[in-house]
Structure formats: C-alpha cells, structure tokens
C-alpha cells in the first residue's frame, strides 16, 4: 500500500478498527484511530469513528495461536453505528487497522461494513505479521 500512489478516488470514508470501550479505558487511546485520522488528512478524507462499534470483548488477537482462533473469536465482534447504512451505503470504504497478522480483524469489519451497504471495503496497515513469524 503506497500512500503517495492512492488519489482520493480510491475511497470515500476512513473508518479506523474500534476498540472495546473496556479496553479503550484501559488504554486510552486507539491507535487505528490515530492512523486513520493522519491517513484521512493526506487522502483529504473525513475518518468516521462513528461506523463501526466493536460489540464484543474478545481476547487480545496477538494470545490467538492460530488463524482458525482468530477468526473465530471476532465472527460477530463488530456492528455498525445506527447512521451507519446512511454513512456507507454505496461507498468505498477503507478500514485502518494496526497490525495485520490473518485477516480476521479486517474480514470481521467488512463484514459490519457490508452489510451496511458499503460497495467496498479495502484495508490499511501499519505493518504485516504473519502469524509464526516470531517464532
């Protein structure tokens, strides 16, 4: 993904990947959030961090050891906001995530998203990790 190459045709809104408000307070911030909001700015874009709601408090992604864990841990972990089919419907939609690792996060959001209405959902990261990489 190459900022410098994405002209602000390429999507409509930003949405960063919310956090569980219980972990929000714990944290106190949401780093897709900050991503999403510089990533805006250089797109000429307005983030929506009214979108997409995390409705469930799973573990975090990286304790998940395979890609079947995860994936099973976030199927349902999002909803969207209750504007959101007025926000998304018919837009392309890129979603701002951390860390990218198997998908799960970003396929859980488009889902949300989808459903919503949104005509695509593309995806940002910060970095790739494979799972096992580390090892």
């Given at each position: 993904?190459?900022?410098?190459?994405?002209?602000r045709s390429a999507a409509d809104l930003v949405v960063p990947i919310p956090l569980h408000k219980s972990r929000?307070?714990?944290?106190?911030?949401?780093?897709?959030?900050?991503?999403?909001?510089?990533?805006?700015?250089?797109?000429?874009?307005?983030?929506?961090?009214?979108?997409?709601?995390?409705?469930?408090?799973?573990?975090?992604?990286?304790?998940?050891?395979?890609?079947?864990?995860?994936?099973?841990?976030?199927?349902?972990?999002?909803?969207?906001?209750?504007?959101?089919?007025?926000?998304?419907?018919?837009?392309?939609?890129?979603?701002?995530?951390?860390?990218?690792?198997?998908?799960?996060?970003?396929?859980?959001?488009?889902?949300?998203?989808?459903?919503?209405?949104?005509?695509?959902?593309?995806?940002?990261?910060?970095?790739?990790?494979?799972?096992?990489?580390?090892?």
């Amino acid at each position: 993904f190459n900022i410098e190459s994405m002209s602000r045709s390429a999507a409509d809104l930003v949405v960063p990947i919310p956090l569980h408000k219980s972990r929000l307070r714990s944290r106190g911030y949401n780093q897709s959030e900050i991503m999403a909001r510089l990533l805006s700015e250089r797109l000429g874009l307005q983030p929506r961090n009214d979108v997409l709601v995390r409705v469930a408090h799973t573990v975090p992604q990286s304790e998940l050891p395979t890609a079947i864990a995860r994936h099973s841990a976030l199927a349902g972990g999002f909803a969207t906001g209750p504007n959101a089919s007025t926000i998304v419907t018919g837009k392309r939609v890129l979603v701002v995530d951390d860390v990218f690792t198997t998908g799960s996060t970003v396929k859980a959001a488009a889902d949300a998203l989808k459903s919503a209405g949104a005509s695509w959902v593309g995806a940002a990261a910060l970095t790739v990790q494979p799972i096992g990489s580390l090892k």
